[in-house]
């Protein structure tokens, strides 16, 4: 036993230390937020849409994005995943725009793989979208987005604010380029007319059914779209405009993410605005911040996550026994303070009488924050207070506040909007990603409670019973909970479990347990577990994959949690991570365990693969030495 000790606490020292080295000078930590070489390839296509070529950038840009590419010649969302004719087509179209001959192997392999899968007239609206730019694809097949959705206000039954914040952000700017149908003209070499398949997209419609009649409207609004008279179009396209000027952050970004700023300076360049005009300028730097620069690549990041990373750090290193006084935490501590949101956003319009007081995940996006970040924040900056009772504190009153007054009619937690569930917007000819809509989920509702029951909120609170109540409904009828922005039935179940326990909930319970023994079930032979992103697609799948180090201390932590710290599933479980540990301290994780959009965007967490499996170690550590004493 005491050498099992030895071994973890040095294995805690090691990642202990490669974090404190990490962190920057005024407190925060940030990692890398890995996606698909999509986002790489739309920044390649925009410094062509503005005239801004730039050989050196576009070729390292060219070199990320082959070195991205696998044996088959495809290019998939996420590690191991299966091909992706839209991520393989921009991939392709934009490595043919920095000069790669179509006639190379690699590029005859990625051409027939698209038109295999239906040419691109088979790729998403977005991936088309950014074809029509440059003539590669007409703009009047594309479905319609009148610019005159901006002037319906939100309480009309459907406006802007039904839509999820991304959506919102990204689509407002998007009904200017529908409108003015710009295109920018390129080489003849630098087109792809030969990844058309000649056959048009077709998706299967019921004759009674939402996309019907969203296709016959897509069919009436193209025809007025033709009219010459149209009352409200000069207003709407002023509204759009006034609209994205007034979202974009001090720091020029928009939202917070690659598509609503890639597209809002589409948007305002397709309005006349100049490239050197302040507002694109400032959104250019801001994107500029996003990318990552190496020797002969350069790629760039759809988000970046300083204050999910931050706090999900502190934790780590609390949770190992680093004291709360350290130096380290009174620098994180101050940052984190310094980032709070005491002005109104977008969610103000749906909930007006909800004060502000949340976190966003980015350095900057003070119009967007979110009860995730806001939720972990709030629980880091509880633990690191060392100047009397943090409950106390009118900053951390604020914020509780705003996260739990964000709390849907249903009793669940979605991220950025109370009562963002109007599934009829997931029909629309846009929603071929069916990521309109921000409702409720589990594992946000499971970070709610244990907020609440890090401040002292007993479960008796009618939002604690309402959050519970939620959570019954939506377990899944093995024991287990679907996870929204992490992979995926092992994220929401570990979520949801150390909420209940957090908050006090007898962790007996028949459906507590019904949990824990889906997790044992579900451990993997050498000790940990995985969960591959294809459950999403296929939820027969779930709690299957390769082990990797972060989904293993998910369910590590959901079980010891449920009181199981001394199962035979959790010893196995932390030898895992002994075992996977590399001496840097760091462990190795290629794949992709956070979510974007189920399905279509999923997300590899640099920090992922080192602070969770801290974290379970450390939480190993107290709760085995506790039981000892």
């Not at 007025?224 to 002023?238: S, T, V």
Request: charged letters at 25%.
């Amino acid at each position: 036993m005491r050498r099992e000790n030895e071994e973890l606490l040095k294995a805690m020292g090691r990642v202990q230390d490669r974090f404190l080295s990490q962190q920057s000078p005024e407190g925060w930590w940030w990692y890398e937020l890995e996606s698909n070489v999509t986002i790489t390839a739309e920044y390649l296509m925009l410094f062509r849409f503005l005239g801004m070529k730039d050989p050196s950038k576009e070729r390292k840009m060219a070199n990320y994005i082959l070195d991205q590419q696998r044996q088959d010649g495809t290019w998939a969302i996420y590690y191991e995943g299966p091909g992706c004719v839209n991520t393989t087509t921009e991939a392709y179209f934009a490595l043919k725009m920095a000069g790669v001959s179509p006639k190379e192997p690699r590029m005859t392999k990625a051409r027939d793989f698209i038109l295999e899968m239906g040419g691109m007239e088979a790729t998403r609206v977005f991936t088309r979208i950014f074809l029509a730019l440059f003539g590669q694809y007409p703009w009047k097949m594309l479905p319609s987005l009148p610019v005159e959705l901006i002037l319906l206000p939100g309480w009309f039954p459907i406006s802007v604010y039904d839509f999820s914040s991304w959506a919102r952000a990204t689509l407002i700017p998007i009904s200017i380029l529908m409108d003015k149908k710009p295109v920018v003209s390129i080489l003849p070499e630098e087109g792809v007319e030969e990844l058309k398949s000649g056959k048009p997209l077709t998706r299967p419609m019921g004759w009674l059914s939402w996309e019907r009649a969203f296709h016959v409207l897509d069919r009436v609004l193209k025809a007025l779209e033709g009219l010459p008279l149209r009352p409200f179009h000069e207003r709407a396209i002023r509204a759009v405009e006034e609209w994205i000027l007034r979202h974009q952050e001090p720091t020029g970004d928009w939202a917070g993410i690659q598509p609503a700023m890639v597209n809002s300076i589409l948007a305002l360049r397709t309005l006349g605005y100049p490239i050197d005009h302040p507002v694109i300028v400032k959104g250019l730097q801001a994107l500029e911040r996003f990318t990552i620069e190496e020797k002969d690549t350069l790629r760039l990041q759809s988000c970046i996550s300083p204050v999910w990373d931050t706090p999900l750090t502190c934790i780590a290193l609390l949770d190992s026994g680093l004291p709360k006084d350290h130096p380290a935490f009174s620098k994180a501590r101050e940052w984190l303070l310094s980032r709070q949101i005491l002005v109104d956003g977008d969610w103000k319009v749906k909930n007006p009488k909800l004060e502000p007081g949340g976190w966003a995940f980015e350095f900057q996006n003070d119009w967007y924050p979110d009860v995730d970040d806001t939720a972990v924040v709030l629980m880091a900056l509880k633990r690191m207070w060392t100047d009397g009772d943090p409950g106390e504190d009118p900053r951390i009153q604020r914020g509780i506040k705003w996260a739990m007054g964000m709390q849907s009619k249903n009793g669940g937690w979605g991220a950025f909007d109370v009562n963002n569930d109007k599934e009829i917007l997931n029909k629309i000819p846009w929603a071929d990603l069916e990521a309109n809509l921000d409702p409720p989920t589990a594992d946000l509702t499971g970070r709610m409670l244990e907020l609440m029951g890090h401040y002292g909120i007993p479960k008796e609170h009618p939002a604690a019973r309402a959050g519970i109540r939620f959570l019954k409904r939506v377990q899944e009828p093995d024991g287990c909970w679907w996870g929204r922005w992490g992979v995926n039935y092992i994220y929401g179940t570990w979520s949801v479990l150390c909420g209940l326990a957090a908050i006090g909930e007898d962790m007996g319970q028949a459906y507590v347990r019904k949990a824990v023994r889906w997790l044992k079930d579900h451990q993997n032979w050498d000790g940990g577990w995985g969960e591959t992103c294809d459950t999403y697609r296929r939820p027969e799948l779930r709690g299957t994959g390769p082990s990797t180090p972060s989904q293993t201390a998910w369910a590590l932590m959901a079980l010891m949690a449920a009181g199981e710290v001394n199962s035979p599933e959790v010893e196995r479980g932390i030898k895992y991570l002994l075992a996977q540990q590399d001496e840097d301290g760091s462990w190795p994780e290629p794949y992709f365990t956070g979510t974007g959009f189920p399905k279509y965007f999923m997300i590899r967490y640099h920090n992922y693969r080192n602070c969770f499996p801290l974290m379970a170690l450390g939480r190993y550590w107290r709760l085995t030495r506790q039981e000892g004493e």
